[in-house]
């Protein structure tokens, strides 16, 4: 016989309900998609700004390596000729340089005005004529002249055709205003330019047959087409795409 108590109870405890989770969002805000494209878009465009500028530098180191190569080449073959001009004066007093002198000389087709005579060096500052002695099949030695200059297209609005070295006899010099292909050594070449050390002093001109001498040294710019506005000046330069070497006339000091 089982007794009761009131303070006991048989039953079990019912637990209290919990509290149900949320569940977990499956899709993004309007805010978190724009923020995402902003991020991706400036990622984009860094990326894409580093893989420009490395192939402009790529391309412009490209470009200069070829012209230095050009400028190598043409300075070797210019200094060559500047070296072997040869020069003889006329017999009698030796004419003396003048305040006058560093006046403009007018020089018309020198290569025609002084045929069968020594002219030694003849120019201005866009063409430049040498005396030189060179190797010829027939003779050890034979007199030549040479003419460097940046040669126009035939035809009107077609530009230069490039920087050409023209290199005639003596005898005939008259053929020197025909250029073969073989006398155009550099299309990319834009300009030239020279002056003309003697005395201590810089000249646009110079005429070896009037004043009887050489000068002491002739200064060469060869300057090559731009590949763009914002091409940037190197060293070596004195401008974009220009370039310059001075040369001594060892005729001069004979």
């Given amino acids: 016989m089982s007794h009761f108590r009131p303070h006991e109870t048989d039953s079990l405890e019912t637990p209290m309900p919990r509290s149900p989770r949320r569940r977990s969002r499956a899709g993004h805000t309007l805010i978190e998609i724009l923020l995402a494209l902003g991020l991706s878009l400036v990622i984009l465009t860094a990326v894409y700004a580093a893989l420009d500028q ?10 200069q390596t070829e012209r230095m190569q050009v400028t190598r080449a043409l300075f070797e073959r210019l200094s060559l000729d500047v070296r072997s001009v040869v020069f003889r004066r006329v017999a009698g007093p030796e004419l003396p340089m003048r305040a006058s002198d560093v006046t403009r000389i007018d020089v018309v087709q020198p290569d025609e005005l002084y045929v069968g005579r020594s002219i030694g060096i003849v120019g201005d500052g866009q063409k430049l004529v040498l005396q030189i002695d060179a190797p010829s099949g027939e003779r050890p030695v034979a007199p030549q002249s040479v003419r460097w200059e940046i040669r126009a297209a035939s035809a009107p609005g077609q530009g230069t055709l490039g920087l050409a070295r023209i290199a005639r006899d003596t005898a005939s010099l008259e053929a020197a205003m025909n250029v073969s292909p073989q006398d155009l050594l550099a299309e990319e070449v834009e300009t030239i330019r020279f002056r003309y050390f003697a005395r201590g002093s ?8 009037e004043r009887q001498e050489l000068p002491q040294a002739v200064e060469i710019m060869i300057g090559f087409r731009r590949a763009s506005a914002a091409e940037p000046t ?3 330069q004195t401008s974009p795409g220009e370039y310059r070497l001075i040369v001594p006339v060892p005729a001069s000091e004979a």
Avoid at 54 to 63: I, N, S, T, V
Avoid at 202 to 209: G, K
């Fill in 234 to 236: 190197t060293s070596g």
């Fill in 202 to 209: 810089w000249f646009e001109q110079w005429d070896s047959v």
């Fill in 54 to 63: 490395h192939w402009r530098y790529a391309d412009a180191g490209q470009r």
